[in-house]
Every structure is written in structure tokens, then in C-alpha cells.
């Protein structure tokens, strides 16, 4: 399947993994460019730039085959050595780099001088407005339904989508509830040139992740996220389990008291508690609404190749039903 996003970053198939916490390691991101999407590294999971450097030429010995890296700008107070992985990128010979979180007007002149392709992860239409204007060749617009940090504005992906296509001029793939054949031809239908998928990568034989994360998600139904930090304006999506209820317990406690320090306990620190050892009650941990339509653990291979042969049976079959009736 052509679309703007395979011609974009030299792909296969429009699919893209997202980056992960402590999930985008290189094996991840490797297994999914061999199957024909975009495996993606997740940078700040690395401790420094040397460390990305390595992981950068760990997934290159693991394929042949374009991947990229997520660079995600937060507001801390001890900034990562953004300038460093920059650095560790271009010399990677990474040709896609994923930005998330803040603007990131500021490293896009140097990634574009290497030639790298950057798009950006946005949860609204002013934001993919805005990443369009600053010069991202394309962008990921995240829905409510998203595992991770939805925005405030809380519209879900069949306004969202239809909204990004009457406004944007450049490429955007759909993120938030992505999962199947279905949910890509859904998005190609509403404006979108492929799909971005999270959750649903965390439950395949590849990912680098405890086999009680992948249990989890396919145990859970589309009922069994919780939003946290709403008060904080930092809403996040999280599985349900008993520290998200506690963390929930302080909120309603604090009220408009609410300081990021009440709730540090639930949330820093916590992934490789829970993605390395599988301690799945340790803390907050990103998950979508879309753990309601995972129901096994295949290779990534086997998970790409189911979805394009449902799509193309969707659009030649299904769909090309309705035209004559």
C-alpha cells in the first residue's frame, strides 16, 4: 500500500510504532522495520547520548530497514542532553526522528540539514497547525482515546481526524485506538496516510517487555483505563491497577490542593519496575483504550500482515460491496 507516509520515510506499510518508555528499545523498533512499518526508539529511555548512540547501532546490526527515534521535550528542571542526542542521530544515520511533548522548532533546522524527516505527535489541530508552520514534514495526531498524555481537549478520533484533513496541508497518520485493518482503513477514510500504534505493539512476542505487560493488555477490556493528573493539566492515560486507584484517592483528597509532589510516588520512576520485572501494581503505567480489541500476543510480523490483509479485504471486498447496492 502507497501512501504519503510510505513515500515519506520509505516504508512499506503505513503503520508506525510509537515511541514507548522503556518499550522503544532497539529490538522493538527492529522488529517492526523488518515486518514492513517504522520501528521506533525512544531516546529518553536511554541514559545519555552515548547510550542512544549504541542503541541507534544495536538496531542497525537488526535491520536494514528505515527506523527512527523519538525525542520527547519536556519541562524539567534537569533538561536531557537534547544537544547530544541530536548529535547521536545525525551521526546514526537515522533518517526519521519522531518529536513529541514541547516544540521542537529548535533541533529541526539541524535534522533537516542531515536530511532526517521529523514528525511530530500532536493531540489537537492548533498543535499540528503550529508543527506544520515551524517546518515538520508530517504529523501524528493523537485522539483521547491515546495511551499516554491526550491533551486537554478530550476529542476522540472520529472528530479529530476529519478536523486534521480539512486543515493541514501536510501528511498525518492517526494515533489513539489504532489496532487492526479496520482501525487503518477507518483512518486512510478520515484524511489520514497510515496509523500509529503503542499499546498494541506492546503485546507482541518482540517487545522487550515483562510478559505480565502483555497479559495485562490482553486481559483488559476498553473499560479498564483511568485519566490521572487531570487536576495538574498533565492528564495521562494509564491501565487501571492499585496505585493508579490510590494516586486517584490523593487527587480527590487534595482537590484544587493538588501539587505534582502529592503523587510522585505513583508516577516517577515507575516503568522499569513495570516493564523490566512485571510489577504491574508498582505505579502509573501508559496504556490505551484500545487494550479492549487486543486479544493475543503475535510477532510483529504476524501482527502487520494480518492488519494489511484485513484492510485490503476491507477495501476490495466490503466496502466495494456497497457501490452497486
Given at each position: 500500500?502507497?501512501?504519503?507516509?510510505?513515500?515519506?520515510?520509505?516504508?512499506?506499510?503505513?503503520?508506525?510504532?510509537?515511541?514507548?518508555?522503556?518499550?522503544?528499545?532497539?529490538?522493538?523498533?527492529?522488529?517492526?522495520?523488518?515486518?514492513?512499518?517504522?520501528?521506533?526508539?525512544?531516546?529518553?529511555?536511554?541514559?545519555?547520548?552515548?547510550?542512544?548512540?549504541?542503541?541507534?547501532?544495536?538496531?542497525?546490526?537488526?535491520?536494514?530497514?528505515?527506523?527512527?527515534?523519538?525525542?520527547?521535550?519536556?519541562?524539567?528542571?534537569?533538561?536531557?542532553?537534547?544537544?547530544?542526542?541530536?548529535?547521536?542521530?545525525?551521526?546514526?544515520?537515522?533518517?526519521?526522528?519522531?518529536t513529541a511533548g514541547n516544540n521542537p522548532v529548535q533541533v529541526?533546522?539541524?535534522?533537516?540539514?542531515?536530511?532526517?524527516?521529523?514528525?511530530?505527535?500532536?493531540?489537537?489541530?492548533?498543535?499540528?497547525?503550529?508543527?506544520?508552520?515551524?517546518?515538520?514534514?508530517?504529523?501524528?495526531?493523537?485522539?483521547?482515546?491515546?495511551?499516554?498524555?491526550?491533551?486537554?481537549?478530550?476529542?476522540?478520533?472520529?472528530?479529530?481526524?476529519?478536523?486534521?484533513?480539512?486543515?493541514?496541508?501536510?501528511?498525518?497518520?492517526?494515533?489513539?485506538?489504532?489496532?487492526?485493518?479496520?482501525?487503518?482503513?477507518?483512518?486512510?477514510?478520515?484524511?489520514?496516510?497510515?496509523?500509529?500504534?503503542?499499546?498494541?505493539?506492546?503485546?507482541?512476542?518482540?517487545?522487550?517487555?515483562?510478559?505480565?505487560?502483555?497479559?495485562?493488555?490482553?486481559?483488559?477490556?476498553?473499560?479498564?483505563?483511568?485519566?490521572?493528573?487531570?487536576?495538574?493539566?498533565?492528564?495521562?492515560?494509564?491501565?487501571?491497577?492499585?496505585?493508579?486507584?490510590?494516586?486517584?484517592?490523593?487527587?480527590?483528597?487534595?482537590?484544587?490542593?493538588?501539587?505534582?509532589?502529592?503523587?510522585?510516588?505513583?508516577?516517577?520512576?515507575?516503568?522499569?519496575?513495570?516493564?523490566?520485572?512485571?510489577?504491574?501494581?508498582?505505579?502509573?503505567?501508559?496504556?490505551?483504550?484500545?487494550?479492549?480489541?487486543?486479544?493475543?500476543?503475535?510477532?510483529?510480523?504476524?501482527?502487520?500482515?494480518?492488519?494489511?490483509?484485513?484492510?485490503?479485504?476491507?477495501?476490495?471486498?466490503?466496502?466495494?460491496?456497497?457501490?452497486?447496492?
Amino acid at each position: 500500500m502507497k501512501t504519503k507516509i510510505t513515500e515519506l520515510f520509505n516504508i512499506q506499510h503505513p503503520i508506525i510504532q510509537g515511541g514507548m518508555h522503556y518499550v522503544g528499545f532497539a529490538e522493538m523498533a527492529a522488529a517492526v522495520s523488518n515486518a514492513g512499518g517504522l520501528g521506533i526508539i525512544t531516546a529518553l529511555t536511554q541514559p545519555s547520548a552515548e547510550a542512544l548512540a549504541n542503541e541507534i547501532a544495536r538496531c542497525r546490526e537488526m535491520t536494514d530497514k528505515p527506523f527512527g527515534v523519538n525525542l520527547t521535550f519536556l519541562p524539567v528542571v534537569n533538561s536531557p542532553d537534547y544537544a547530544g542526542m541530536v548529535k547521536a542521530i545525525i551521526e546514526g544515520g537515522v533518517k526519521v526522528v519522531e518529536t513529541a511533548g514541547n516544540n521542537p522548532v529548535q533541533v529541526l533546522p539541524a535534522l533537516h540539514e542531515a536530511g532526517i524527516k521529523v514528525i511530530h505527535k500532536c493531540t489537537s489541530v492548533r498543535h499540528a497547525l503550529k508543527a506544520q508552520s515551524i517546518g515538520c514534514d508530517a504529523v501524528s495526531v493523537d485522539g483521547f482515546e491515546c495511551g499516554g498524555h491526550p491533551g486537554e481537549d478530550d476529542i476522540p478520533n472520529m472528530i479529530l481526524l476529519p478536523r486534521a484533513a480539512d486543515e493541514l496541508d501536510i501528511p498525518f497518520i492517526s494515533s489513539g485506538g489504532q489496532a487492526d485493518g479496520r482501525s487503518l482503513v477507518a483512518s486512510l477514510a478520515m484524511g489520514a496516510d497510515g496509523m500509529n500504534m503503542g499499546t498494541r505493539f506492546i503485546a507482541t512476542q518482540e517487545a522487550p517487555v515483562h510478559q505480565n505487560v502483555k497479559d495485562a493488555i490482553v486481559t483488559a477490556s476498553e473499560l479498564d483505563t483511568r485519566l490521572v493528573m487531570r487536576p495538574l493539566r498533565n492528564t495521562e492515560r494509564v491501565m487501571n491497577n492499585r496505585a493508579v486507584e490510590k494516586l486517584l484517592e490523593i487527587e480527590k483528597e487534595k482537590g484544587d490542593d493538588l501539587q505534582f509532589t502529592d503523587v510522585i510516588e505513583q508516577v516517577a520512576g515507575v516503568y522499569p519496575k513495570i516493564m523490566k520485572e512485571g510489577t504491574m501494581d508498582a505505579g502509573a503505567w501508559s496504556c490505551g483504550m484500545v487494550a479492549g480489541l487486543i486479544n493475543d500476543i503475535p510477532t510483529c510480523q504476524q501482527l502487520i500482515d494480518r492488519i494489511m490483509n484485513e484492510a485490503d479485504a476491507i477495501i476490495n471486498e466490503r466496502l466495494s460491496g456497497f457501490q452497486n447496492s
